[in-house]
């Protein structure tokens, strides 16, 4: 008799478990990365939004890994370590999340240069939702020049996350559905 993940044997329970514990680890690190303050000469409330990328791979290849409730939760995160205002993030990543997700048979079959343009297309609107919302709700813009910067290095810095999360799917059981 097969349990309820179509498995009987607990060390290959285990296994499966083990597997989607590094996805989920990775993804955190990621998400950790994002909130966490570093800084470079220069280059003050720049950096690359590890998060987005991920979100865009996984909603395209394994939308079960970041689930509606869990991008909602990083976003308040997110909202509250940056001073956005509360939410803010959270309906970003929201909206992103459905609209790959929904695009995703499209997405799937795309050599890498096409995948990047889309997220870059992706990371340019999120951007620009996002600065507007902003503006609707706080009465000004932040510093256009840092968010510009900070788009261009997350298109930049695409490629070499991507690998990451290739090298971390490749481990993950299949799964009824999902690539």
């Given at each position: 008799?097969?349990?309820?993940?179509?498995?009987?044997?607990?060390?290959?329970?285990?296994?499966?478990?083990?597997?989607?514990?590094?996805?989920?680890?990775?993804?955190?690190?990621?998400?950790?990365?994002?909130?966490?303050?570093?800084?470079?000469?220069?280059?003050?409330?720049?950096?690359?939004?590890?998060?987005?990328?991920?979100?865009?791979?996984?909603?395209?290849?394994?939308?079960?890994?970041?689930?509606?409730?869990?991008?909602?939760?990083?976003?308040?995160?997110?909202?509250?370590?940056?001073?956005?205002?509360?939410?803010?993030?959270?309906?970003?990543?929201?909206?992103?999340?459905?609209?790959?997700?929904?695009?995703?048979?499209?997405?799937?079959?795309?050599?890498?240069?096409?995948?990047?343009?889309?997220?870059?297309?992706?990371?340019?609107?999120?951007?620009?939702?996002?600065?507007?919302?902003?503006?609707?709700?706080?009465?000004?813009?932040?510093?256009?020049?840092?968010?510009?910067?900070?788009?261009?290095?997350?298109?930049?810095?695409?490629?070499?996350?991507?690998?990451?999360?290739?090298?971390?799917?490749?481990?993950?059981p299949l799964s009824d559905g999902e690539g």
């Amino acid at each position: 008799m097969k349990t309820f993940v179509g498995l009987n044997d607990p060390s290959e329970i285990a296994s499966r478990f083990f597997r989607f514990g590094i996805a989920v680890i990775v993804l955190a690190f990621l998400v950790v990365l994002n909130i966490v303050p570093y800084f470079l000469d220069g280059m003050t409330g720049i950096k690359p939004d590890l998060f987005l990328i991920a979100l865009f791979y996984w909603a395209t290849h394994r939308p079960s890994l970041v689930p509606l409730w869990a991008t909602f939760i990083v976003g308040l995160i997110f909202d509250s370590f940056s001073g956005l205002p509360l939410g803010l993030s959270s309906f970003v990543f929201i909206l992103i999340r459905k609209i790959v997700t929904s695009q995703r048979n499209v997405l799937l079959g795309q050599s890498h240069l096409v995948f990047w343009a889309a997220f870059s297309f992706v990371c340019l609107i999120m951007n620009a939702v996002k600065l507007g919302v902003f503006w609707l709700l706080a009465g000004y813009l932040p510093e256009l020049e840092n968010i510009v910067f900070s788009v261009l290095l997350t298109i930049a810095v695409f490629p070499s996350v991507i690998m990451l999360l290739i090298l971390t799917h490749r481990y993950l059981p299949l799964s009824d559905g999902e690539g």
